[in-house]
């Protein structure tokens, strides 16, 4: 334990020299100066012990999560990250802690060149806010923000990476399956230190006609495009679970005997599994080649999952085409 006081800490550890920023940490406010013909994008997303996170998780992986979730919003938008502010609530100083955490934070505000400019520092139960800021083009007055209202009849229906394997670290975390170390450590990589599609979301601005990020499960975000666009979906649940990356490696935990998970455990880890902070988007077949040039562009791969149709709501079907009931939900912290 340490003596180190409010503004020792911040000095310390979260004041850096101002880059882009006309003025960082040690004000009142910090100054940021739009470029002309851009957006400001704006958004926040706070991590709260026992609800986002395990007690036990490496405060270094949790400083980049911190970032790396809302590094996802701004990629979801295609916007290019600019800065961002941090209000944290902490039991007591831990120097051992704030260290690592502040250093996986900082590694990966640096790799976006995202700067910290400002925040809050407060005693209070484990918990984590950030706010980031970054822009988007304005181009013969049109933003180029990519929306979540923006899906037609007809478009088809992307995903960028790998679902599902952060639920499936959670599952092994938890109990309920087991794994071999090594396919811990990975699925647990993509838990603990998500990699936010930033450079896809850029690339896609003028490609894709609807984005979001995947963090509560896909078809419980997917949703969220369909009503904010009006639109409805057909979406091949076993092309999904095929992007599980980890997938074949797990058994259930308990029981006499080691089973694997039924196939429709593999289809609920892949359409509602959260944490995945990948890109769910739309575009008109037109686009299909620069989709692709998109995703070879900024060195994400994305699969084809399905299509946007007129008729409202969601269908699921199998590989053959065969319809499936829709049983699964995604996380909702008051559902
Ligand atoms: P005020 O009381 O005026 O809100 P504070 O004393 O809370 O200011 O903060 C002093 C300065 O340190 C401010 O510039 C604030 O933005 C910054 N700051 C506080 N906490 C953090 C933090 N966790 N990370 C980065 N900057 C911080
Ligand atoms: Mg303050």
């Given at each position: 334990m340490s003596q180190l006081g409010e503004f020792e800490l911040i000095e310390r550890y979260f004041k850096r020299p101002a880059q882009r920023a006309v003025l960082g940490v040690g004000d009142d406010c910090a100054l940021l100066q739009p470029r002309p013909g851009t957006q400001l994008a704006i958004s926040s997303d706070m991590l709260v012990e026992g609800?986002?996170?395990?007690?036990?998780?490496?405060?270094?992986?949790?400083?980049?999560?911190?970032?790396?979730?809302?590094?996802?919003?701004l990629a979801a938008c295609g916007a290019t990250p600019l800065a961002f502010t941090l209000a944290l609530a902490l039991p007591h100083v831990d120097e051992g802690w704030l260290g690592p955490f502040a250093h996986g934070l900082l590694a990966l505000a640096d790799a976006h060149g995202c700067e910290l400019v400002g925040g809050d520092t407060t005693r209070g139960p484990l918990n984590i806010c950030i706010t980031v800021f970054g822009e988007v083009p304005v181009?013969?007055?049109?933003?180029?923000?990519?929306?979540?209202?923006?899906?037609?009849?007809?478009?088809?229906?992307?995903?960028?990476?790998?679902?599902?394997?952060?639920?499936?670290?959670?599952?092994?975390?938890?109990?309920?399956?087991?794994?071999?170390?090594?396919?811990?450590?990975?699925?647990?990589l993509r838990l603990e230190q998500p990699s936010p599609r930033v450079a896809l979301g850029q690339a896609l601005r003028g490609i894709a006609s609807a984005a979001i990020d995947v963090s509560d499960g896909l078809l419980g975000d997917l949703g969220h495009i369909l009503r904010q666009s009006g639109v409805g979906a057909l979406v091949d649940a076993d092309v999904a679970s095929s992007l599980v990356a980890t997938k074949s490696y797990y058994t259930r935990a308990s029981g006499q005997f080691d089973t694997q998970p039924a196939l429709a455990d593999w289809r609920r880890w892949a359409l509602a599994g959260g944490d995945d902070y990948e890109l769910l988007f739309t575009a008109p077949p037109s686009a299909e080649a620069a989709v692709a040039a998109a995703a070879l562009a900024?060195?994400?791969?994305?699969?084809?999952?399905?299509?946007?149709?007129?008729?409202?709501?969601?269908?699921?079907?199998?590989?053959?085409?065969?319809?499936?009931?829709?049983?699964?939900?995604?996380?909702?912290?008051?559902?």
């Open positions: 609800r986002h996170f395990l007690a036990t998780v490496d405060p270094a992986r949790l400083g980049h999560k911190a970032l790396a979730v809302n590094l996802s919003d181009l013969a007055g049109r933003s180029q923000a990519l929306l979540r209202s923006g899906a037609r009849p007809g478009d088809a229906l992307y995903v960028s990476g790998t679902l599902g394997d952060a639920a499936l670290a959670l599952e092994v975390l938890l109990g309920r399956l087991s794994a071999p170390a090594a396919v811990l450590d990975a699925a647990r900024s060195q994400t791969p994305v699969t084809r999952i399905g299509q946007i149709e007129a008729e409202p709501g969601l269908r699921l079907v199998d590989g053959q085409g065969r319809p499936l009931a829709n049983r699964y939900t995604s996380f909702d912290h008051f559902g």
